[in-house]
C-alpha cells in the first residue's frame, strides 16, 4: 500500500517520487502463502496454489464465471504447470489481495492503434505505456472479470505460480530421495523417480515450502498436455445435475426474501406511499423499506416477505405517488438528435477528441475527385441476462456477509461497507455463479440495495430479486451512439482520408464514478471505449482524423458485451462496404487491398470468405455479406449466408462463417462456444435490441417488447481458428461487433437499401 500512495501523492510529495516509482520494477504476481486461507491439512505454495495432505490440488479462482468458461481455462493452465489432471484441481474463491487484480484488463484501455500496437511490431510509445499502465493497474489490484481479459491477464502468473510450486515439490522429492531433481517426473499429482520412489502431492508439500523453487521455467509448447485441448467444461456436470449455486440458489438459514419496486422515471423518487399500512397486513408481508439512490440506482422501495412471491406480490400492491427526477426528464430521440447535431459539428469544424490523426486529411478532401459522406445510428441497448438481478445479504453483530453474482468482488465489498456503515474488513463477499453478464454486473447498485434491506431484517439474512421489469427499466444501457462518417477516394477507387466524428456518452468516467465513489475530483477523461472500433481501424489510408464527442446524456450507461465495438463496427464495416461499392470493387478484395503490412488481419478475413465459399453461388434469393474487425486483441470476420421471408420485410440468416485469431487457444471448444454466443447475441441485438426512453420512463419492459433471437431463427455457424504462437488474447466479446455490419451488407445486396440504424430494418 505504501507504492499506491507514493503513485497517487506523486505531485504532493514531488515528480521524482513518481518517476522513482516508475522505474522500479513490476512487483510479483505470485504472492505469498498467507493470501490462501488453509484448512486442517492444507498448505499454500503461493497465492494461488495450496495442497491439501490427501494429494488434492487447489487454485484461487478470482474470477466470475458467467458462462464463458473462464473456470475451465484459466484451471487449464494451472494444472498444465503444476502436473494435475484437469479433476485433480479444485477451485477455490481467491481473496481481496491486490495479488488477484486484473491487470490486463486496464492495459487492454489504452488507445493504441493497431498498426502499432500488432504483437512484434509494437512501437516503443506502446511498450511504455504498457509498461506503466500494468505497474499502476498491479497496485490497484481490482479485481474484475471484463474486457475478455481473463485468459490474456492469467497467461503468465496463473503458470508461473503452478509451475513455482510443481518445482518446490520436485525440489523436495529431489532432497528427500537424494536424487537429482531433473530426474523427477510429475504426472497426474504423482511425483516419482524411475529407480522407484513415488509419492503424491500430499506427502511432499511440507517439506515443499520450505523449499526453494530454484530455477523455474514453463514447459514449452511441444510438451503440453492440457493447453490447446478441447476439454469438456468442468462447471457443466453440476450445472446440468441442477448442483450448481447461481445467486438465485443461495439459502441461508433463516432466509427472508425482498422485492424491489423502484421509481418508474429514471433518476426520481417516491413521494408518498399510500397504502403503506395496508400492505404489511397482508399475509407474508414483513417490512417495508425505503431504498435511496446507491452506486447509481433509482431510489424506489423493497417489502420483505417470507417468500419471493409474497415480496412480489406486496410490492407491487403498494400505491406510491412519484417524484420526478430533479434533473428533468429524458426522452432517447430527442437525445439521438441532439447526437447527431454534436456529431455533424464535429464533423465540420474539426471539434471533438481525436483518438487518431496522420496526415493532411483536409487537403485531401480539398483535392478529391469523389466524397462519400453517411451518418449512422445505434440506440441504448439492454443486457437482458436470463438471470435476473439479485443478491443475498446479512447484517449482523457488526458483520455483513453477501452472496453475489458480481464480476468485482472488490467493488461489491466496497458497496457494501458503504451501505452498512463499516469497514470494508467487516465485509465477506461469497461469489457465486453468473447466470448471464455481459457487462450488468460491473455494477453493484443491487448489492448496495441488498445490504440496505437486510440493515432492517433484524440479523436474518435477505435475498432480494428484482423482476424482468425492474431489470429492463433499470439497467445501465450501452449508450445510444451517432457517427458521421465521410471518405474521399482517387481515380482508381482507392480511399485517400477519412474523417469520422462519433458523439455519445462516455462509460468509463460514469462507472469510475458508482463503484468508485471515494475519488477525488471529476473523472471526465478520454474514454476509450467511446470510439473503439471507429479510431483504431487495421485499414491503410493515408489520411485519418478520428473524433469523438463526449456527452453526458443522464441515461444511466454501462459496459455491454464488446462495449463500443458494439455498435462502431457496425458503423465502420458498413461504411467500408459502402466505399467498396462506390469503387466497384468486391467487398473482400477491396478490403485485402488496404490490409497492407497488417498479415494477420488478412489471414483472417481470406479464412472466413474460404468457409464461407465467398465466390461460389447461392440459391436464388439469397447473399453474402462480411465484416472484419478487431476488439480485445483479436482478429474476427464473419459472413453471413442471409434471405427475406416471403413479406420481403423480415431477414432470416442462414450460416454464419466466423473465423479468428485469438493468439495461442487454451480451450479450442471454449473459442467455438464463445463464438456461437457472441453471434447469437449480435444477431439479437441487429434484428431487435433497443431502448427507447420518454419522459424519462423506459419503454420496453420484458422480452415481449425487448425480444430475443428464437431458437428456430438461430443459424448454423460455424468456427474456424487462425493458429498462433502468440499470447492469447479475447474471446468472449469479439464475435459480436461484425454480425450487425454484416448482416446489413447482405441486406444491401439483396434489396439495394442501405441500412445505417440499429436495429435493422427494412
Same mark, same amino acid.
Given at each position: 500500500?505504501?507504492?499506491?500512495?507514493?503513485?497517487?501523492?506523486?505531485?504532493?510529495?514531488?515528480?521524482?517520487?513518481?518517476? @522513482?516509482?516508475?522505474?522500479?520494477?513490476?512487483?510479483?504476481?505470485?504472492? @505469498?502463502?498467507?493470501?490462501?486461507?488453509?484448512?486442517?491439512?492444507?498448505?499454500?505454495?503461493?497465492?494461488?496454489? &495450496?495442497?491439501?495432505?490427501?494429494?488434492?490440488?487447489?487454485?484461487?479462482?478470482?474470477?466470475?464465471?458467467?458462462?464463458?468458461?473462464?473456470?475451465?481455462?484459466?484451471?487449464?493452465?494451472?494444472?498444465?504447470?503444476?502436473?494435475?489432471?484437469?479433476?485433480?484441481?479444485?477451485?477455490?474463491?481467491?481473496?481481496?489481495?491486490?495479488?488477484?487484480?486484473?491487470?490486463?484488463?486496464?492495459?487492454?484501455?489504452?488507445?493504441?492503434?493497431?498498426?502499432?500496437?500488432?504483437?512484434?511490431?509494437?512501437?516503443?510509445?506502446?511498450?511504455?505505456?504498457?509498461?506503466?499502465?500494468? &505497474?499502476?493497474?498491479?497496485?490497484?489490484?481490482?479485481?474484475?472479470?471484463?474486457?475478455?481479459?481473463?485468459?490474456?491477464?492469467?497467461?503468465?502468473?496463473?503458470?508461473?505460480?503452478?509451475?513455482?510450486?510443481?518445482?518446490?515439490?520436485?525440489?523436495?522429492?529431489?532432497?528427500?530421495?537424494?536424487?537429482?531433481?531433473?530426474?523427477?517426473?510429475?504426472?497426474?499429482?504423482?511425483?516419482?523417480?524411475?529407480?522407484?520412489?513415488?509419492?503424491?502431492?500430499?506427502?511432499?508439500?511440507?517439506?515443499?515450502?520450505?523449499?526453494?523453487?530454484?530455477?523455474?521455467?514453463?514447459?514449452?509448447?511441444?510438451?503440453?498436455?492440457?493447453?490447446?485441448?478441447?476439454?469438456?467444461?468442468?462447471?457443466?456436470?453440476?450445472?446440468?445435475?441442477?448442483?450448481?449455486?447461481?445467486?438465485?440458489?443461495?439459502?441461508?438459514?433463516?432466509?427472508?426474501?425482498?422485492?424491489?419496486?423502484?421509481?418508474?422515471?429514471?433518476?426520481?423518487?417516491?413521494?408518498?406511499?399510500?397504502?403503506?399500512?395496508?400492505?404489511?397486513?397482508?399475509?407474508?408481508?414483513?417490512?417495508?423499506?425505503?431504498?435511496?439512490?446507491?452506486?447509481?440506482?433509482?431510489?424506489?422501495?423493497?417489502?420483505?416477505?417470507?417468500?419471493?412471491?409474497?415480496?412480489?406480490?406486496?410490492?407491487?400492491?403498494?400505491?406510491?405517488?412519484?417524484?420526478?427526477?430533479?434533473?428533468?426528464?429524458?426522452?432517447?430521440?430527442?437525445?439521438?438528435?441532439?447526437?447527431?447535431?454534436?456529431?455533424?459539428?464535429?464533423?465540420?469544424?474539426?471539434?471533438?477528441?481525436?483518438?487518431?490523426?496522420?496526415?493532411?486529411?483536409?487537403?485531401?478532401?480539398?483535392?478529391?475527385?469523389?466524397?462519400?459522406?453517411?451518418? #449512422?445510428?445505434?440506440? #441504448?441497448?439492454?443486457?437482458?441476462?436470463?438471470?435476473?438481478?439479485?443478491?443475498?445479504?446479512?447484517?449482523?453483530?457488526?458483520?455483513?456477509?453477501?452472496?453475489?453474482?458480481?464480476?468485482?468482488?472488490?467493488?461489491?465489498?466496497?458497496?457494501?461497507?458503504? %451501505?452498512?456503515?463499516?469497514?470494508?474488513?467487516?465485509? =465477506?463477499?461469497?461469489?457465486?455463479?453468473?447466470?448471464?453478464?455481459?457487462?450488468?454486473?460491473?455494477?453493484?447498485?443491487?448489492?448496495?440495495?441488498?445490504?440496505?434491506?437486510?440493515?432492517?431484517?433484524?440479523?436474518?439474512?435477505?435475498?432480494?430479486?428484482?423482476?424482468?421489469?425492474?431489470?429492463?427499466?433499470?439497467?445501465? #444501457?450501452?449508450?445510444?451512439?451517432?457517427?458521421?462518417?465521410?471518405? =474521399?477516394?482517387?481515380?482508381?477507387?482507392?480511399?485517400? /482520408?477519412?474523417?469520422?466524428?462519433?458523439?455519445?456518452?462516455?462509460?468509463?468516467?460514469?462507472?469510475?464514478?458508482?463503484?468508485?465513489?471515494?475519488?477525488?475530483?471529476?473523472?471526465?477523461?478520454?474514454? &476509450?471505449?467511446?470510439?473503439? @472500433?471507429?479510431?483504431?481501424?487495421? #485499414?491503410?489510408?493515408?489520411?485519418?482524423?478520428?473524433?469523438?464527442?463526449?456527452? &453526458?446524456?443522464?441515461?444511466?450507461?454501462?459496459?455491454?458485451?464488446?462495449?463500443?465495438?458494439?455498435?462502431?463496427?457496425?458503423?465502420?464495416?458498413?461504411?467500408?462496404?459502402?466505399?467498396?461499392?462506390?469503387?466497384?470493387?468486391?467487398?473482400? %478484395?477491396?478490403?485485402? /487491398?488496404?490490409?497492407?503490412?497488417?498479415?494477420?488481419?488478412?489471414?483472417?478475413?481470406?479464412?472466413?470468405?474460404?468457409?464461407?465459399?465467398?465466390?461460389?453461388?447461392?440459391?436464388?434469393?439469397?447473399?453474402?455479406?462480411?465484416?472484419?474487425?478487431?476488439?480485445?486483441?483479436?482478429?474476427?470476420?464473419?459472413?453471413?449466408?442471409?434471405?427475406?421471408?416471403?413479406?420481403?420485410?423480415?431477414?432470416?440468416?442462414?450460416?454464419?462463417?466466423?473465423?479468428?485469431?485469438?493468439?495461442?487457444?487454451?480451450?479450442?471448444?471454449?473459442?467455438?462456444?464463445?463464438?456461437?454466443?457472441?453471434?447469437?447475441?449480435?444477431?439479437?441485438?441487429?434484428?431487435?435490441?433497443?431502448?427507447?426512453?420518454?419522459?424519462?420512463?423506459?419503454?420496453?419492459?420484458?422480452?415481449?417488447?425487448?425480444?430475443?433471437?428464437?431458437?428456430?431463427?438461430?443459424?448454423?455457424?460455424?468456427?474456424?481458428?487462425?493458429?498462433? =504462437?502468440?499470447?492469447?488474447?479475447?474471446?468472449?466479446?469479439?464475435?459480436?461487433?461484425?454480425? %450487425?455490419?454484416?448482416?446489413?451488407?447482405?441486406?444491401?445486396?439483396?434489396?439495394?437499401?442501405?441500412?445505417?440504424?440499429?436495429?435493422?430494418?427494412?
Amino acid at each position: 500500500m505504501k507504492r499506491r500512495h507514493l503513485l497517487l501523492g506523486g505531485a504532493a510529495a514531488g515528480g521524482a517520487l513518481l518517476v @522513482g516509482w516508475g522505474l522500479l520494477p513490476p512487483r510479483s504476481r505470485l504472492g @505469498g502463502r498467507d493470501l490462501l486461507a488453509t484448512a486442517q491439512g492444507e498448505i499454500a505454495l503461493n497465492g494461488w496454489v &495450496k495442497i491439501a495432505a490427501d494429494g488434492r490440488a487447489m487454485l484461487a479462482m478470482p474470477r466470475s464465471e458467467m458462462g464463458q468458461g473462464i473456470h475451465t481455462a484459466l484451471a487449464q493452465l494451472a494444472a498444465e504447470e503444476l502436473g494435475v489432471s484437469l479433476e485433480q484441481l479444485q477451485l477455490v474463491q481467491a481473496g481481496h489481495d491486490a495479488l488477484y487484480g486484473n491487470v490486463e484488463m486496464f492495459v487492454g484501455s489504452l488507445p493504441f492503434h493497431p498498426r502499432d500496437s500488432e504483437p512484434g511490431r509494437e512501437t516503443d510509445m506502446v511498450k511504455a505505456g504498457r509498461w506503466f499502465v500494468a &505497474k499502476l493497474a498491479r497496485e490497484l489490484g481490482v479485481n474484475a472479470t471484463g474486457g475478455s481479459s481473463s485468459v490474456a491477464d492469467a497467461w503468465e502468473p496463473l503458470r508461473w505460480a503452478a509451475a513455482t510450486a510443481r518445482a518446490q515439490i520436485v525440489n523436495a522429492a529431489s532432497l528427500r530421495w537424494k536424487l537429482p531433481a531433473d530426474e523427477i517426473e510429475v504426472t497426474s499429482g504423482m511425483v516419482s523417480h524411475a529407480s522407484g520412489p513415488k509419492a503424491h502431492f500430499g506427502e511432499l508439500v511440507k517439506q515443499a515450502s520450505a523449499t526453494p523453487a530454484g530455477t523455474v521455467t514453463l514447459k514449452p509448447r511441444e510438451h503440453w498436455r492440457l493447453i490447446g485441448r478441447p476439454l469438456p467444461r468442468i462447471d457443466v456436470p453440476a450445472k446440468s445435475s441442477g448442483r450448481a449455486v447461481f445467486g438465485l440458489d443461495v439459502r441461508p438459514q433463516g432466509l427472508v426474501h425482498a422485492a424491489v419496486r423502484m421509481c418508474p422515471m429514471l433518476g426520481g423518487a417516491p413521494r408518498r406511499i399510500v397504502n403503506e399500512d395496508e400492505v404489511l397486513r397482508r399475509a407474508g408481508a414483513l417490512r417495508l423499506v425505503r431504498l435511496p439512490p446507491a452506486a447509481g440506482s433509482t431510489a424506489g422501495v423493497a417489502v420483505i416477505g417470507t417468500t419471493t412471491w409474497h415480496a412480489r406480490q406486496a410490492v407491487e400492491a403498494l400505491q406510491i405517488e412519484w417524484a420526478p427526477p430533479p434533473a428533468g426528464t429524458l426522452d432517447s430521440a430527442a437525445i439521438v438528435q441532439r447526437l447527431e447535431a454534436q456529431a455533424r459539428e464535429a464533423s465540420s469544424q474539426e471539434g471533438g477528441f481525436a483518438f487518431h490523426q496522420r496526415g493532411d486529411v483536409a487537403a485531401a478532401e480539398a483535392g478529391a475527385p469523389r466524397t462519400l459522406e453517411a451518418v #449512422y445510428r445505434a440506440p #441504448y441497448l439492454a443486457h437482458a441476462a436470463m438471470e435476473p438481478i439479485n443478491c443475498t445479504a446479512q447484517v449482523k453483530d457488526g458483520h455483513v456477509t453477501v452472496w453475489a453474482p458480481t464480476q468485482v468482488p472488490g467493488f461489491a465489498r466496497a458497496a457494501a461497507a458503504r %451501505a452498512a456503515g463499516v469497514p470494508e474488513s467487516a465485509v =465477506t463477499v461469497h461469489v457465486t455463479l453468473l447466470g448471464g453478464g455481459f457487462g450488468r454486473r460491473l455494477d453493484i447498485d443491487f448489492v448496495a440495495q441488498a445490504v440496505t434491506v437486510a440493515q432492517e431484517a433484524g440479523g436474518q439474512p435477505v435475498q432480494l430479486v428484482w423482476s424482468r421489469e425492474e431489470d429492463t427499466t433499470h439497467d445501465f #444501457y450501452r449508450p445510444a451512439g451517432v457517427a458521421v462518417l465521410k471518405a =474521399t477516394l482517387d481515380a482508381q477507387g482507392q480511399p485517400q /482520408s477519412l474523417r469520422f466524428s462519433s458523439a455519445g456518452d462516455a462509460i468509463t468516467p460514469r462507472w469510475l464514478e458508482r463503484g468508485l465513489p471515494s475519488l477525488a475530483g471529476p473523472v471526465d477523461m478520454p474514454d &476509450k471505449t467511446a470510439m473503439e @472500433g471507429l479510431f483504431d481501424l487495421p #485499414y491503410d489510408v493515408p489520411h485519418q482524423r478520428m473524433a469523438h464527442v463526449a456527452t &453526458k446524456s443522464g441515461v444511466p450507461i454501462g459496459y455491454w458485451r464488446s462495449v463500443g465495438h458494439s455498435h462502431n463496427a457496425f458503423f465502420s464495416e458498413g461504411f467500408f462496404d459502402e466505399l467498396a461499392h462506390e469503387a466497384k470493387q468486391d467487398p473482400v %478484395a477491396f478490403r485485402l /487491398s488496404l490490409l497492407k503490412g497488417m498479415p494477420r488481419h488478412a489471414a483472417v478475413l481470406r479464412l472466413a470468405a474460404e468457409k464461407a465459399g465467398w465466390n461460389a453461388p447461392l440459391p436464388p434469393g439469397r447473399a453474402r455479406g462480411v465484416a472484419l474487425h478487431e476488439s480485445f486483441g483479436s482478429i474476427v470476420a464473419e459472413v453471413l449466408e442471409v434471405s427475406l421471408d416471403e413479406t420481403g420485410r423480415q431477414p432470416r440468416v442462414h450460416r454464419v462463417a466466423c473465423a479468428i485469431d485469438c493468439g495461442t487457444v487454451v480451450n479450442p471448444n471454449i473459442v467455438a462456444q464463445q463464438m456461437e454466443s457472441g453471434v447469437i447475441f449480435g444477431l439479437t441485438a441487429a434484428l431487435h435490441g433497443r431502448i427507447d426512453i420518454a419522459g424519462s420512463v423506459v419503454q420496453q419492459t420484458n422480452f415481449p417488447s425487448n425480444p430475443l433471437l428464437a431458437l428456430k431463427d438461430t443459424p448454423l455457424i460455424e468456427t474456424h481458428i487462425v493458429p498462433s =504462437t502468440n499470447s492469447p488474447t479475447g474471446v468472449g466479446e469479439p464475435a459480436t461487433p461484425p454480425v %450487425a455490419p454484416a448482416l446489413a451488407n447482405a441486406l444491401f445486396k439483396l434489396t439495394g437499401r442501405r441500412l445505417r440504424e440499429l436495429p435493422l430494418r427494412l
